[in-house]
């Protein structure tokens, strides 16, 4: 899309939730996943919540 042969480095990093995989899974020899500190995190356990009223989808089994 960008004009860039991904399969020419070593590694390569892409900031993505999940879509990725659909392509790079076909050419990649490993996926590291992360989490890294940004607007928010997919594990939604690891939030500080507070005065929330529980319980309440999806953190709880409703």
Do not use: C, W
């Not at 076909?26 to 356990?45: F, M, Q």
Request: proline share 8%; hydrophobic share 40%; aromatic share 8%.
């Amino acid at each position: 899309m960008l004009g860039i042969d991904v399969k020419e480095y070593n590694i390569v990093s892409v900031k993505s939730a999940q879509h990725f995989k659909a392509y790079f899974e076909k050419i990649s020899g490993n996926i590291i996943t992360v989490d890294p500190p940004g607007i928010s995190t997919g594990n939604l356990e690891t939030l500080p919540l507070q005065n929330i009223q529980r319980p309440i989808f999806p953190l709880d089994d409703i």
